[in-house]
């Protein structure tokens, strides 16, 4: 699976955008990009994917550079509940039976948001 | 239901004893993944099922770590004769496809082991 990088950690004030970035400079063409966030005490939640064109979705946008290289996950309206750690995944689109469609977490980004 | 259920939410476990998780994925997920936390920030990937066959299993300590998701019953991950190292939170998540890389999973809360 490519790597991503991501800065460890972030903060945000409440109400104010939050704009998480990822580096995947490897990514292949079949890779899609998804974003998992875990909150406090809970098990990871999937937030958005996308494979070429940026996406919305009620949670969050996710805005995928023109070369794939990078991606951002932008949370319009930071508030304390989206206090948590945000993984950047990459998943091969392709069938890979060896593989098993596993997600392979890295060392995601501490989003902190202050009120 | 819409939830991936595990139980229990808390184990503890003296050093050698054995310890079973159970997962019971959403109706109509055909994949179950099993995954370790150790650290926070570090998930450990076990293994993978597709129904009741094994996927994947290149994360699985083979010695002390089974695991079985037959028809019409929970998921399970059994662990022989823990030891400390194996204090963690295990996750159990599902997906309804795996290779395509554009569908989510949905993870439980978890199962906290502990290990004295």
């Known amino acids: 699976d490519a790597k991503t990088t991501q800065p460890n950690s972030m903060e945000s004030n409440e109400e104010e955008p939050v704009h998480l970035p990822c580096n995947h400079s490897t990514i292949s063409g079949t890779d899609y990009i998804h974003w998992y966030r875990q909150l406090p005490s809970q098990g990871p939640e999937y937030v958005i994917h996308g494979l070429t064109s940026n996406v919305n979705n009620r949670m969050a946008s996710l805005a995928i550079a023109e070369d794939r290289k990078s991606s951002t996950l932008i949370l319009h309206r930071a508030t304390l509940r989206d206090a948590a750690v945000y993984y950047c995944?990459?998943?091969?689109?392709?069938?890979?039976?060896?593989?098993?469609?596993?997600?392979?977490f890295g060392q995601g980004t501490e989003l902190s948001v202050k009120p | 239901g819409e939830e991936v259920a595990q139980t229990p939410k808390h184990l503890v476990r003296g050093e050698g004893q054995k310890a079973k998780l159970y997962c019971a994925p959403i109706k109509g997920h055909s994949y179950v993944f099993w995954y370790q936390q150790v650290l926070k920030n570090e998930f450990k990937f076990l293994i993978s099922f597709q129904n009741e066959n094994v996927f994947d299993e290149t994360g699985m300590p083979k010695e002390r770590f089974s695991a079985k998701c037959l028809p019409n019953s929970p998921c399970s991950l059994e662990i022989q004769a823990t030891k400390l190292e194996d204090s963690a939170v295990y996750f159990c998540a599902s997906s309804v496809l795996t290779y395509r890389g554009g569908y989510g999973y949905t993870f439980g809360s978890g199962t906290r082991l502990t290990v004295v």
């Open positions: 995944i990459l998943r091969d689109v392709t069938p890979s039976y060896n593989q098993g469609g596993k997600l392979i």
